[in-house]
C-alpha cells in the first residue's frame, strides 16, 4: 500500500478556488438561504489569511447583510467543528473592533455570526445536521451561557438538491468529487483525479475552471484525499488505543475487586472458625 503523506504547509483547496470570488460566494449564500439577491458588490470578504487550527486557513468568511458568514469544507467528520468556529470568530470580530472601543459605555454593534460546514466526505451523514459548542462541555447545562450551532450540510452526490440546484458551482464540485471517489476505487489517487478531471471537461463539468487550474486541482485532490485517508487512520488507530486502555483500565478495576472480595472472605472465614 502506498504510504500516505500529508504537506503541514498546504494551504489552499479546490473548494476554496472555486469560491474565491464575490459572484461565487453570493450564489452560494443564496442556495443556503433560499434567497435570489444579486448584487455580488454589497458582499465582503473576510477570510482569515492563517487559522489557529493545525495551521490551515479558515476555508471562508464574509459579511453581508449584517451577517458574518464563516463557510467551511470538511471531507472527514469532525466533532470539534464549533470550537473551530469559535476560534475563527474570535479572530474575525478582534479585528472588527478597536480594542479601546471594547471599555466604552457605547454598545458596539457587531454583524450576526453564522456558521456552515459543507460536508462531502464517504461516512454518510444525513442531508442536514447541527453541532453545538454546548455539547463539549464536561458538564452539561440546561440553557448555556456560551453556545455557537454549526449547521452541517452534506453537498454528495443526491443529497440536498435544492441547494445542489441553486448553486451550479456546488453541484458541479459534487459531482467531480463523486467522480473521483468511484474511479480511486480501481486505480490510484493521482489517476483518478486526472480521469475526474478530463471527463468533467468534457461533460462541461467545471470546464473552464478545470482547464485553466488542471494541474493545481488534480495536486490538491490528491492532497486532499491523502489528508482524508490520514485522518481516518489517526481515528481508527486512536479508537483501538483508547479502547485497549479503557478495557485495560476495566480488567485492573476487576482484578481490585475480586482481590477484595477474596480478602473480605478470608477475614469471614478466620472469624468463623
Given at each position: 500500500m502506498k504510504e500516505v503523506t500529508i504537506n503541514t504547509k498546504y494551504k489552499d483547496s479546490v473548494f476554496r478556488m472555486l469560491f474565491n470570488s464575490k459572484e461565487e460566494l453570493l450564489s452560494?449564500?443564496?442556495?443556503?438561504?433560499?434567497?435570489?439577491?444579486?448584487?455580488?458588490?454589497?458582499?465582503?470578504?473576510n477570510t482569515l489569511e492563517e487559522g489557529v487550527f493545525l495551521n490551515m486557513k479558515n476555508d471562508v468568511s464574509f459579511?453581508?447583510?449584517?451577517?458574518?458568514?464563516?463557510?467551511?469544507?470538511?471531507?472527514?467528520?469532525?466533532?470539534?467543528?464549533?470550537?473551530?468556529?469559535?476560534?475563527?470568530?474570535?479572530?474575525?470580530?478582534?479585528?472588527?473592533?478597536?480594542?479601546?472601543?471594547l471599555y466604552g459605555s457605547k454598545n458596539l454593534k457587531?454583524?450576526?455570526?453564522?456558521?456552515?460546514?459543507?460536508?462531502?466526505?464517504?461516512?454518510?451523514?444525513?442531508?442536514?445536521?447541527?453541532?453545538?459548542?454546548?455539547n463539549h462541555f464536561i458538564k452539561e447545562v440546561e440553557t448555556p451561557e456560551l453556545e455557537l450551532i454549526v449547521t452541517v450540510i452534506n453537498v454528495n452526490?443526491?443529497?440536498?438538491?435544492?441547494?445542489?440546484?441553486?448553486c451550479k458551482t456546488l453541484k458541479a464540485y459534487s459531482i467531480f468529487v463523486g467522480k473521483i471517489r468511484r474511479y480511486v476505487k480501481n486505480m490510484s489517487i493521482e489517476e483518478a483525479a486526472d480521469k475526474a478531471i478530463d471527463e468533467c471537461i468534457r461533460e462541461d463539468v467545471l470546464a473552464d475552471f478545470l482547464r485553466k487550474n488542471k494541474a493545481e486541482v488534480c495536486r490538491m485532490s490528491v492532497l486532499e484525499y491523502?489528508?482524508?485517508?490520514?485522518?481516518?487512520?489517526?481515528?481508527?488507530?486512536?479508537?483501538e488505543e483508547g479502547y485497549d486502555a479503557a478495557k485495560a483500565e476495566a480488567n485492573k478495576i476487576i482484578a481490585e475487586k475480586d482481590a477484595r472480595i477474596a480478602e473480605l472472605e478470608a477475614l469471614l472465614a478466620e472469624k468463623n472458625s
Open positions: 452560494l449564500y443564496n442556495a443556503v438561504n433560499g434567497t435570489h439577491y444579486d448584487n455580488a458588490e454589497d458582499l465582503e470578504i459579511v453581508f447583510r449584517f451577517e458574518l458568514n464563516l463557510y467551511e469544507h470538511q471531507s472527514t467528520k469532525c466533532g470539534n467543528m464549533s470550537l473551530r468556529f469559535l476560534y475563527y470568530v474570535s479572530d474575525l470580530l478582534a479585528g472588527m473592533v478597536v480594542q479601546k472601543d457587531i454583524p450576526v455570526p453564522r456558521f456552515v460546514v459543507f460536508y462531502n466526505g464517504s461516512d454518510k451523514l444525513e442531508d442536514i445536521s447541527y453541532e453545538k459548542l454546548s452526490e443526491n443529497h440536498n438538491p435544492e441547494i445542489m440546484n441553486a491523502n489528508e482524508e485517508l490520514h485522518l481516518k487512520t489517526v481515528h481508527s488507530e486512536g479508537y
